[in-house]
């Protein structure tokens, strides 16, 4: 059975930083591109940023190119999103997925002193 | 950057009603289009991709059309599990947008 498994989130104060990961299990992780999609609160679906199967290519959203980093850890089956400077229309539900049909259940990050 | 402008927002309809609901790029995507169906605290889930292809597992009574710019989605006999937001999403190019979605409501 496919599995995608957020973790990380929370509360972060404006203008500081969070690194959130997936877990995956259940699929071939490494031949996959991977995805991270927000939605904040009452809102609709963001597509973030994504990153081919060995890592080597990234790209992002112009809302948060230069503050965030996605990667991956193909060995431990783990992709990552490093968020720096922090604002508050950051605050949202973030999902990882493959864009395939398979989306973790979401892991919430709050910015707010 | 590719935009998707999706209608209506919202959408009343009777259970057994055909519900249909818009998709328009402001450039074209090639059929690269997902629609998904979203309910209140969980995941988007996969219905339709490359505009017309069912997901596995996904009932019949939903289906995608068109191409280049216009895209259809239908549910041809609304049933009471299918109230959800709608949305369509484009990966032509990056960023992967998505449409503003449709809400849709029994009468």
């Known amino acids: 059975e496919v599995q995608l498994v957020e973790s990380g989130g929370g509360l972060v104060q404006p203008g500081g930083s969070l690194k959130i990961s997936c877990a995956a299990s259940g699929f071939a992780f490494g031949t996959y591109w991977m995805h991270w999609v927000r939605q904040a609160p009452g809102k609709g679906l963001e597509w973030v940023s994504r990153?081919?199967?060995?890592?080597?290519?990234?790209a992002y959203a112009a809302s948060v190119k230069g503050r965030f980093t996605i990667s991956r850890d193909n060995a431990k089956n783990t992709l990552f999103l490093q968020m720096n400077s922090l604002r508050a229309e950051d605050t949202a539900t973030y999902f990882c997925?493959?864009?395939?049909?398979?989306w973790g259940q979401g892991t919430l990050v709050i910015v707010s002193s | 950057d590719i935009q998707l402008t999706q209608s209506p927002s919202s959408l009343s309809a009777s259970v057994g009603d055909r519900v249909t609901i818009t998709c328009q790029a402001n450039q074209d995507i090639n059929n690269y289009l997902n629609w998904y169906q979203q309910t209140p605290g969980k995941a988007p889930k996969l219905l339709i991709y490359?505009?017309?292809t069912l997901e596995t597992g996904v009932p019949s009574r939903f289906s995608g059309s068109g191409s280049g710019t216009d895209f259809t989605f239908t549910i041809s006999s609304l049933q009471p599990e299918d109230i959800a937001t709608y949305y369509c999403q484009q990966y032509e190019n990056v960023p992967y947008s998505f449409g503003q979605g449709t809400k849709l409501e029994i009468k």
């Open positions: 490359d505009a017309s």
């Open positions: 990153i081919k199967r060995d890592g080597s290519s990234t």
């Open positions: 997925t493959t864009m395939s049909g398979d």
